[in-house]
């Protein structure tokens, strides 16, 4: 890199850092198994932690097409994270959930953030890390994203 170019700015390298998580996330889970996963999938999964969701209520919730949700499901589905069954009182509802396969995908993503996250603790101890969650708690509320997080309803920076 040439000496004469700056320095990446404090938010360009959180991005470039939210970027490399992800790659560091998705490498993790393809050597568990679960190389088919994308990062995109995670918003979808995301909404099925807090129970079956109807795919219109999680397009609303995440402020995305219902096609777009419709696709990634459809994607879901067929690898098998997911299952989409006719709810029993009303042919017309068809919930979709997470199946085995896709808890399991889902604790493996958390522990290897966990794990990332105790080397990060490790490297720059209790104090630092307490001020960078402040920081990024910080940063989620200038952006708006407090209550999406809180509520697991984070949008897709672009629908796929």
Same mark, same amino acid.
């Given at each position: 890199? +040439? ?25 993790? $889970? ?6 088919? $996963? ?100 910080? $940063?989620?509320?200038?952006?708006? $994203? ?9 949008? +897709? +920076?672009?629908?796929?």
């Amino acid at each position: 890199m +040439p000496n004469d170019l700056p320095a990446a700015d404090l938010i360009s390298q959180i991005a470039i850092l939210g970027a490399a998580i992800n790659r560091h996330v998705a490498g993790g $889970l393809s050597d568990a198994g679960y190389a088919e $996963l994308r990062p995109g999938h995670g918003y979808v999964v995301q909404r099925l932690l807090t129970g079956p969701q109807q795919i219109t209520a999680m397009a609303a919730d995440l402020g995305i097409s219902q096609q777009a949700v419709s696709k990634t499901v459809r994607d879901l589905v067929r690898l098998g994270f997911v299952s989409q069954t006719i709810d029993d009182g009303d042919s017309r509802r068809r919930p979709v959930a997470l199946t085995e396969r896709g808890r399991a995908a889902v604790e493996r993503a958390r522990s290897i953030r966990a794990d990332l996250e105790r080397n990060l603790g490790a490297a720059v101890g209790t104090a630092d890390l307490a001020a960078t969650r402040t920081v990024i708690a910080v $940063l989620l509320g200038e952006l708006g $994203l407090t209550d999406h997080v809180a509520g697991r309803t984070v949008p +897709p +920076p672009f629908e796929e």
